[in-house]
Every structure is written in C-alpha cells, then in structure tokens.
T-cell receptor
Framework: SQELEQSPQSLIVQEGKNLTINCTSS?????LYWYKQKYGEGLIFLMM?????EEKSHEKITAKLDEKKQQSSLHITASQPSHAGIYLC???????????FGTGTRLKVLA | EAQVTQNPRYLITVTGKKLTVTCSQN?????MSWYRQDPGLGLRQIYY???????DKGDVPEGYKVSRKEKRNFPLILESPSPNQTSLYFC??????????FGPGTRLTVL
C-alpha cells in the first residue's frame, strides 16, 4: 500500500538555525499537505501543494513539491521555540480522498 | 468560530462496553473523516464521508462504525471496544479536496 516516509524522525536544533524536513512517496501524489501538531493536540494546517514544482511560503516556513510529485520538503528559516512540535505530511495518493499521513518529524528548538 | 468539536476529550472504558465519540463541525463541510494516532504508526484513517449518507472505509476500519445522518455530525461508534483500540482519535472535516480541519482529539483507553 502507499506510504509516506518522513525524515528525519526527530530533530533538535538551536534557535536561529535553519532546518529541512522531507516527505517521500513511492508514487505520484495528487495533493500533498503539511500539518503541525502540538504534542497530544489536533493538527494545524500549514500548506497544500498540488502542482509539480510548486513552492509556497508562509512566514518562515517554505514547502516545495518536486516535479514528479513524489517528494516534498518543508524548510524553516531561523527557527524559533514556537516552531517546536510534530510536523506531518499527508496526501491523497489516488485522488479518492482517502488520505495517508507520514509518521511525523518531532522538532525541538533550543532557546 | 469555525471549528471541529469532539466529545468526550478523554475516556477510560472497559472491554466490550459500547461507546460513541461524537464529532461536529460548523463549517458546512461535505467531507468528514476519523483517524487514530498511535506511536510509531502515525495517523491512520478509519472511515471517511463525502456527504450525508455516504461513508467509506479508510485503512483501519475494523472494529469501528460510523454514520452520517446530518452534514455537521459524524459520530464514531465502537460496538465492542478492545484494548487494541486504545489510541488518540481525531475527527476532521474539509471542503472536498481542500485542507482538513482537525478536532482537538479524544484520548481513549480500553481496559
């Protein structure tokens, strides 16, 4: 079955550092979503990418989807403690609105 | 305020005692979905609904039931809960094809 692999599984960075989280699929995706989750809480939508080569930014977070629509990266510039949490990528792999998610990347930002 | 609400937020029950977790959204979304989140396994879809009276299985539907009699409500029913259904459950809703809005989660423990 379709899976989304996220890397790294966890990340500890010093405040102010840049970081990148990756999400990889073995098949072409119809839509790729990035969410952030505070520990034990609900997911908050960050960005949605649908077109190959698409790139979106919001504040200090930039997400990209490669041309083949199989890999996405989430880049945080000048990280802050408020960026800490779990980042999950999600996708609709077959265009049927049956969603799958990666296992998440736990980010800790040291002040 | 646009939101997805779930009740209860926390529940401890015993094996075999039927329970229902309610989910309600006030955004007039057609699409609603239930997920469970487990350590190491990530977020997995249980059931989803494209509209009233239209429901379909996700990746892990065994042991669960849902109904969609009204657009705003999508209850999750565990007819005979077992310990392996101990998990963190999330309800979500969206306009079809758009980002999902997640509820705050229900932490269920089955003894």
């Amino acid at each position: 079955s379709q899976e989304l692999e996220q890397s790294p599984q966890s990340l500890i960075v010093q405040e102010g550092k840049n970081l990148t989280i990756n999400c990889t699929s073995s098949k072409t995706l119809y839509g790729l979503y990035w969410y952030k989750q505070k520990y034990g809480e609900g997911l908050i939508f960050l960005m949605m990418l649908q077109k190959g080569g698409e790139e979106k930014s919001h504040e200090k977070i930039t997400a990209k989807l490669d041309e083949k629509k199989q890999q996405s990266s989430l880049h945080i510039t000048a990280s802050q403690p408020s960026h800490a949490g779990i980042y999950l990528c999600g996708a609709d792999p077959s265009g049927t609105y049956k969603y799958i998610f990666g296992t998440g990347t736990r980010l800790k930002v040291l002040a | 305020e646009a939101q997805v609400t779930q009740n209860p937020r926390y529940l401890i029950t015993v094996t075999g005692k039927k329970l229902t977790v309610t989910c309600s959204q006030n955004m007039n979304h057609e699409y609603m979905s239930w997920y469970r989140q487990d350590p190491g396994l990530g977020l997995r879809q249980i059931y989803y609904s494209m509209n009233v009276e239209v429901t379909d299985k996700g990746d892990v539907p065994e042991g669960y039931k849902v109904s969609r009699k009204e657009k705003r409500n999508f209850p999750l029913i565990l007819e005979s809960p077992s310990p392996n259904q101990t998990s963190l459950y999330f309800c979500a809703s969206s306009q079809i094809g758009n980002e999902q809005f997640f509820g705050p989660g229900t932490r269920l423990t089955v003894l």
